[in-house]
């Protein structure tokens, strides 16, 4: 607390001298709408980003970013969602960053997710659809500097432990008839720095917000007639879960009304003072020479091994029409799907349909042209 009124006071004296020249962002500004698409390129290992201090008139070149992954994220429609149904009040749909489907509430003052569809938020492999009580506010207007809100959420996801793949509970000295996950959110955000900030491919006046996010994910169980029952502790050593506890998550999200990506996103250490990746507005480019680089095509399996469900992520895909085969080690082709992709896709794939062993998956486009081969292990519960 300390360290924040002091913040304030030296930002409320410099006010005078800062406020020339900083921009306000309006709804219209930067807010997703149906029929854009964001495109955004992730560094997994920046160098030549640092955290500045607080304050206006700055100028940050993050030009040295390079290209580890690329990732497309189309806005819709909410009524062309597979669970429209469950959010009549969405006005907005889009693509969410694990394969999911995100259901929002779009006005002049939020930009707010209502609730999530697709993969579980602790990664186990089986589908949700979970509403956010109240929804979670992903960007404000208008946007100005020195700007303070605060923000809870939640979100509460019950499922029968038999429609969970696995035997991930086989650990506990309990046998669950159903689990709850329960995850609660309490969020800062402050519009602490402006200026102009420089990527590869492009410069842009932005307003610098961090956000600091406590992010509690707690584990409940329910057997028989007993009420549900609090077991985040005991999971936590006996289950291979990882998103289970509390985190802090830091960001530092650097907004523009030149595009409806954020021109950068810095995730921080939780001290909120070192970067660990940065993901920012893909131009085409990934380095200040201007070169512009075509990133290969790329796939990958997840959970592999595999016990009832997996999902197979296409990245950097050419707009075409695709085709999946899976083999067995014996070269016969035991599954094959076709799909329709450009850029970024996710498809779930049920493997109770083959048999226990080792199967290579192959990425094919129209031409016949192998993309990528991966392996995929399946295995029994």
Known sequence: MKQFLLLTFSLLLSMPLLLNGQITLESTDYFPAIGDTLRTVTDNAPTGVSITTPGGSQSWNFTSLQNSFSQELAVGDPSGGTSAGSYPTANVLMDQAAGGEGYYISNSTQFAILGYAGTDPLGQGFEVNAPFIPEYVERWAPLNFFDLRNHESALTIAIAADDIPGNIFDGLPITPDSIRVRVATTRTDLVDAWGTLSIPGGDYDVLREKRTEYRDVRLDAKIGPFPWADITDLALDALPIDALGSDTIVTYSFWSDDAKEAIAVINADPTGTQVERVT???????????????????????????????????????????????????????????????????????????????????????KGERIGVKRLLVTTP
């Not at 201007?290 to 959970?303: G, K, L, M, Q, W």
């Open 280 to 366: 920012y507005k893909d131009n085409g480019v990934v380095s200040n020479n201007n070169t512009v680089v075509v990133s290969a095509p790329s796939f990958s399996i997840y959970p592999n091994p595999a016990i009832v469900n997996t999902r197979f992520e296409f990245n950097n895909v050419p707009v075409g029409n695709y085709t999946m085969d899976v083999y067995n080690l014996a070269g016969r082709s035991v599954w094959r799907d076709s799909y329709r992709m450009n850029g970024h896709h996710v498809e779930n794939f049920n493997v109770t349909r083959l048999k226990k062993g080792m199967y290579l998956c192959v990425l094919s486009n129209d």
